[in-house]
């Protein structure tokens, strides 16, 4: 790795079109990762895009004429000095804060560059050119500064709260309701065939493990959440196997009381508590009118429910 007092004027050129092609892209990534929730800050990161394009040009036609067509490959990893960042595109889903973030660091460390830049060479032509890209880079710090104090709260809060849906209430939600009503068929049936709580409740405990396992698996395999911006598959596929095994305990553990008629009466009204948790998180987040959404878990629980005691009482 070289040190930057040691590159030569033709090198600093160089690495100054390096950096604004590499600035540019990042600035595409941006205004690719944000225009669906933030479509008017994504056109201001497709405008600093665009002027990044033109100091590359610039660059590039003042090298050419010191120095000839070759340009060698020189990027900031190696020149020790720069900040070694966590790649753009491994960001999804995009914050916008993040962006606005990472742009007012990246363009400080290039205008840095510039500054320190102008101090190595005697050139007429070369200074004015990077003091110039100096202050334009300067400016555009201020935009993204100016964006942060601009941004739309409203809209932001919109995104948030989508991404919040996406990847922790969806998966969530599918955990507790599949938990909640799959196991009950199981679990009622063993109740009234044995007649155990015990029984009943390593049956509900099995019951409520495996599903769990098995929804968990199930969700973190649908998809990775590159495109869709669910979020991490493993964290996704945690929440709604730990959601499964939550809503299936919930009606097992009444059952560790000794008597089974008592610990079913327990665990018939806990799970009238768990259908309407359900009902209301639906209503709430995933605006699902509330009658609505009572008439469809607490129809799909008691159809399940009388699966079981008709399995169980045959």
Do not use: C
């Amino acid at each position: 790795m070289r040190s930057f007092d040691s590159l030569t004027e033709q090198e600093i050129l160089a690495l100054a079109i390096s950096l604004e092609e590499q600035d540019a892209r990042v600035y595409d990534d941006f205004a690719e990762g944000l225009h669906a929730d933030y479509p008017e800050q994504a056109e201001e990161f497709v405008k600093m895009r665009l002027e990044e394009d033109g100091h590359r040009h610039r660059l590039i036609d003042l090298y050419k004429n010191k120095f000839g067509e070759h340009i060698p490959l020189i990027r900031k990893e190696d020149v020790r000095g720069f900040v070694k960042r966590k790649p753009v595109w491994r960001a999804r889903p995009l914050r916008l804060s993040s962006a606005r973030k990472f742009a007012q660091d990246m363009e400080l460390e290039t205008r840095r560059y510039y500054e320190a830049a102008i101090k190595k060479t005697n050139d007429a032509s070369i200074r004015q050119l990077l003091g110039d890209l100096a202050d334009e880079e300067r400016n555009h710090a201020r935009t993204a500064q100016r964006m942060e104090a601009n941004a739309h709260v409203e809209s932001e809060d919109a995104a948030q709260k989508r991404l919040f849906l996406l990847q922790v209430i969806q998966p969530g939600l599918a955990g507790l309701m599949d938990g909640s009503v799959s196991t009950l068929a199981p679990l009622f049936a063993a109740a009234f065939a044995t007649h155990s709580s015990f029984d009943t409740f390593l049956i509900g405990l099995a019951a409520s493990i495996g599903a769990g396992i098995s929804m968990g698996f199930a969700e973190a395999l649908s998809d990775d959440g590159s495109l869709t911006g669910r979020g991490h598959p493993f964290f996704r596929g945690l929440i709604t196997g730990l959601m499964t095994m939550v809503g299936g305990l919930g009606h097992t553990m009444p059952y560790l009381l000794k008597n089974v008629y008592t610990a079913t009466t327990v665990a018939v009204i806990v799970v009238l508590i768990e259908l309407g948790v359900i009902s209301w998180v639906r209503h709430k987040f995933m605006d699902t009118p509330l009658g609505t959404a009572v008439f469809q878990v607490v129809i799909g629980g008691l159809l399940v429910f009388l699966a079981g005691i008709l399995i169980g009482s045959s």
